[in-house]
């Protein structure tokens, strides 16, 4: 069973530049999830979607931050324009159902904002 | 804010010694969770005890849950070098929230 996969795995920006980050679940989960790690610190959701739906997404900083989920597959997360505090690892997850179960983590992308 | 909250921050043993994380959360849970992150990699998850609960075992792992308490050990048994990450805790309530972790170094 293939893993969760996510493009780049680095990427290094200039502050108010836009980068944008892409995962590929595991076939067949339902639900998809997008966290920040900030280096030291354990992962915090940014926003989990149900299918194509989104389900939670109260710690999203809406102003600069956005997700889509079309189709119910393939996800994409952006920053325009991205901060300084933006540099952190973005994971990636996936589980079948709901974030109770657990989760797949993929690689995930280390994002550096100079 | 995080709502696991691992004990000790850092830990540094010998190959084959025991390993013992705890982890404190602040609400009810459905279930706690542990994963490991090795450097620069994703999380890879370990273990899942549901709150009805109070031990389980998965190889050199175990762990308690106390609901009572709010808290949760892991222990490694017979520690390995590669055994050497982070280890975190989540506590799985309407959300699934992370802990800051506890980061093991086994030397050989």
């Known amino acids: 069973e293939a893993g969760v996969a996510q493009s780049p795995r680095y990427k290094i920006i200039e502050k108010r530049q836009s980068v944008a980050f892409w995962c590929n679940p595991i076939?067949?989960?339902?639900?998809l999830y997008w966290y920040q790690q900030i280096l030291g610190q354990g992962p915090k959701l940014l926003i989990q979607f149900q299918n194509n739906g989104v389900v939670d997404d109260s710690q999203l900083p809406k102003d600069r931050f956005s997700a889509e989920r079309l189709k119910g597959v393939d996800s994409t997360l952006k920053i325009q324009p991205a901060k300084l505090e933006d540099s952190a690892v973005y994971l990636c997850a996936s589980s079948w159902r709901d974030r109770g179960e657990t989760q797949y983590f993929g690689p995930g992308t280390r994002l550096l904002v100079l | 804010s995080q709502q696991g909250e691992e004990d000790p921050q850092a830990l540094s043993i010998q190959e084959g010694e025991n390993a013992t994380m705890n982890c404190s959360y602040k609400?009810?849970?459905?279930?706690l969770q542990w994963y490991r992150q090795n450097s620069g990699r994703g999380l890879v998850h370990l273990i899942l005890?549901?709150?009805?609960?109070r031990e389980k075992h998965s190889g050199r792992l175990r762990v308690t849950l106390d609901t009572s308490k709010k808290s949760s050990s892991l222990l490694i048994t017979a520690s390995r070098a590669a055994d050497t990450a982070s280890y975190f805790c989540?506590?799985?309530?309407?959300?699934?929230?992370f802990g800051k972790g506890t980061t093991l170094s086994v030397s050989s």
């Open positions: 989540a506590a799985a309530g309407t959300a699934l929230i």
């Open positions: 005890i549901r709150s009805n609960e």
């Open positions: 076939s067949g989960h339902a639900t």
């Open positions: 609400t009810s849970i459905n279930n």
